[in-house]
């Protein structure tokens, strides 16, 4: 079956650092590619899709590639802020269906000042 | 737009206790999804109804969970009796045929 495999975290960086939280999934069919974000006390928002192979999303800073090749979704962010501390899921959609996203446990990222 | 609503927001309760979990989803969104969020397991599709039609309850745990959406602007998430095992976030989710699912704020429940 569908499953997304996330980096454990817990991820701690300093204001201005890179980021990188690693995601490889395995699916049937072309899956469409996702990364959630969940703040502090709030339900999850999306931060970014892509849809097909070579594909770039990007938001916020955010970016992610879809890779194919390596079945990889990594985001990643140039200069991380404070404001960016949250839980991070990756999920996919599979081309087989029309509704259901299987989402990674998620990782936490802590950003001091 | 004032989003998906869930309620109540923490829910305490005494193992046996019927629980009655809450959802306004988005307007206009045809499609709502309930999910439980734990450590052990993370997200969890728990249901997911289409056009107020239940397509797919394989993700409900056992025959104590029942789901309803009795109209397009309302659905219950219901656990009769609750059990310890049950506490978790659970989070309701509302889309409008597309990808982008809109989350609510979650209800968090205790059963002790």
């Known amino acids: 079956g569908d499953s997304v495999t996330q980096m454990e975290g817990p991820v701690t960086l300093s204001e201005e650092a890179f980021l990188t939280i690693n995601c490889t999934y395995t699916a049937t069919g072309y899956p469409s590619l996702f990364w959630y974000v969940q703040y502090p006390g709030e339900g999850l928002q999306l931060l970014l899709k892509a849809t097909k192979a070579d594909d770039k999303g990007s938001n916020k800073g955010f970016e992610a590639t879809y890779r194919k090749e390596t079945t990889s979704f990594h985001l990643e962010k140039g200069s991380v802020q404070v404001s960016d501390s949250a839980v991070y899921f990756c999920?996919?959609?599979?081309?087989?269906?029309?509704?259901?996203?299987?989402f990674g446990k998620g990782t936490l990222l802590t950003v001091n000042p | 737009d004032a989003g998906v609503i869930q309620s109540p927001r923490h829910e305490v309760t005494e193992m046996g206790q019927e629980v009655t979990l809450r959802c306004k989803p988005i307007?206009?969104?045809?499609?709502l999804f309930w999910y439980r969020q734990t450590m052990m397991r993370g997200l969890e599709l728990l249901i997911y109804f289409n056009n107020n039609v239940p397509i797919d309850d394989s993700g409900m745990p056992e025959d104590r969970f029942s789901a309803k959406m009795p109209n397009a602007s309302f659905s219950t998430l219901k656990i009769q009796p609750s059990e310890p095992r049950d506490s978790a976030v659970y989070f309701c989710?509302?889309?409008?045929?597309?990808?982008?699912?809109?989350f609510g704020s979650g209800t968090q429940l205790s059963v002790l």
């Open positions: 999920a996919l959609k599979s081309g087989g269906s029309n509704y259901k996203l299987t």
């Open positions: 307007s206009g969104h045809n499609s």
């Open positions: 989710a509302s889309t409008l045929a597309g990808e982008k699912l809109f």
